[in-house]
């Protein structure tokens, strides 16, 4: 299933739209060894190698994905480059980031970030940052190099210069609080309840 759409460029002076005569193809499934897509998307994409410019993709599994100036959903991969890119769920063995966004990566190695924000990281390996920001991460060893920070860490080895809003004590005990602020709303909600009429 393809779908064509014309991009309007500018409206003119009564009110119309001139195109460009640029179609943008969206393809629901791509099957192939190598897939190169160019300011165009798929809605799912199986490949041994992957490259996006410019365009995007819902689903990718892949050995090898790279995307420049594009954006992936979910991607599954071997190897993941995202270069000036986005990504909202990445499971991957090695991930490398520039310039780059993602919500949640979960890495069987390492992963290394220059100029990024990540909501939440997990690797079995390194993590490598530069300039970056997390909300939370979790890793074996942790190198944050050049203003990188974060906010919930969990390392057992961190290098570098680290700014952390909690390490590993202020989580503990931010996780007890609202336990006892959470036990303690239902707590009173149980208390207070009032008795419904038969």
Do not use: W, Y
């Amino acid at each position: 299933m393809t779908e064509e759409q014309n991009i309007p460029v500018e409206e003119t002076a009564k009110g119309e739209t001139e195109t460009a005569g640029i179609d943008i193809n969206v393809e629901d499934l791509v099957q192939a060894d190598i897939v190169e897509i160019s300011q165009g998307g798929a809605n799912q994409v199986q490949a041994k190698e992957v490259s996006i410019r410019q365009g995007g993709a819902n689903s990718i599994q892949a050995d090898q994905v790279q995307i420049r100036q594009g954006g992936v959903v979910k991607a599954d991969a071997s190897h993941m480059e995202i270069n000036q890119g986005g990504a909202v769920l990445v499971d991957s063995q090695d991930v490398h980031m520039t310039a780059s966004k993602a919500v949640v990566i979960a890495a069987k190695g390492n992963v290394k970030i220059e100029q990024g924000g990540i909501q939440v990281l997990v690797a079995k390996g390194d993590i490598q940052q530069e300039q970056c920001g997390t909300v939370f991460q979790i890793s074996n060893n942790v190198t944050m190099d050049n203003n990188s920070s974060t906010v919930f860490l969990f390392a057992k080895n961190v290098e570098g210069e680290v700014h952390t809003r909690f390490g590993q004590r202020e989580s503990i005990l931010f996780g007890i609080l609202a336990g006892i602020s959470a036990g303690a709303v239902l707590l009173s909600g149980v208390l207070f309840k009032k008795k419904k009429k038969k």
